[in-house]
């Protein structure tokens, strides 16, 4: 089974810095993916960014980047020019073969960002 | 675009009493799941669907049912509410593999006194 480990319970950083929230993983599927969810106060699930095992460059989209190290089992979230909107619960989490091609995702616990002005 | 969408957004049940959360989405996914996510914690898998008429238990199954009669709909059914189904509930859909993201509805928060 997948297990997705988040070591920082919270993270308080000032505005307009560079912040690396950290996610390792544990699998022995060769082929795996990874995801990041940003959960901010209102409750909705928003999808970030995403890296397949086999992909030979790390993910970006926009201000996110996926620091992806395979042989380590790092798959660390990098926010650069963070923002005050960027406050949120964030997630990593992996998805896990079910039956008949469905897919979950198995997520870790999370980890609290606070941005401060 | 409505996605997947999800009612109730709140909701609180007596001990001993049931309900249905709805969940429907509009993008003509195969694939729809049920989460649940407890206080400070990430989500679970409660149960799943591949398709109409297909649907299998997820790690927390217990104390909820599920149904999926149409592509459209995948309603969680509790039974007997317990104070320990007090949570968030999250219906999500794929239209496959998960190469991209699921999609999420935004939530049913459960309060079960």
């Not at chain 1, 988040?6 to 060769?30: H, I, N, R, W």
């Not at chain 1, 926010?79 to 979950?104: H, N, T, V, W």
């Amino acid at each position: 089974a997948q297990k997705i480990t988040q070591t920082q319970p919270g993270m308080f950083v000032q505005e307009k810095e560079a912040v690396t929230l950290d996610c390792t993983y544990d699998t022995s599927d060769p082929s795996y993916g990874l995801f990041w969810y940003k959960q901010p106060s209102s409750g909705e699930m928003i999808f970030l960014i995403y890296q397949g095992s086999y992909d030979q460059q790390n993910a970006t989209e926009g201000r996110y980047s996926l620091n992806f190290q395979k042989a380590r089992k790092s798959a660390n979230l990098v926010i650069s020019a963070s923002q005050l909107g960027d406050s949120a619960m964030y997630f990593c989490a992996m998805r896990e073969d079910l039956i008949q091609g469905a897919q979950k995702l198995v997520f870790g616990q999370g980890t609290r960002l606070t941005i401060n002005p | 675009n409505a996605g997947v969408t999800q009612t109730p957004k709140f909701r609180i049940l007596k001990i001993g009493q049931s309900m249905t959360l709805q969940c429907t989405q509009d993008m003509n996914h195969n694939y729809m799941y049920w989460y649940r996510q407890d206080p400070g914690m990430g989500l679970k898998l409660i149960y799943y669907s591949v398709g109409a008429g297909i649907t299998d238990k997820g790690e927390v199954p217990n104390g909820y049912n599920v149904s999926r009669s149409t592509t459209e709909d995948f309603p969680l059914r509790l039974e007997l509410a317990a104070p320990s189904q007090t949570s968030v509930y999250f219906c999500a859909s794929s239209p496959g593999r998960l190469n991209t993201e699921a999609f999420f509805g935004q939530g049913t928060r459960l309060t079960v006194v």
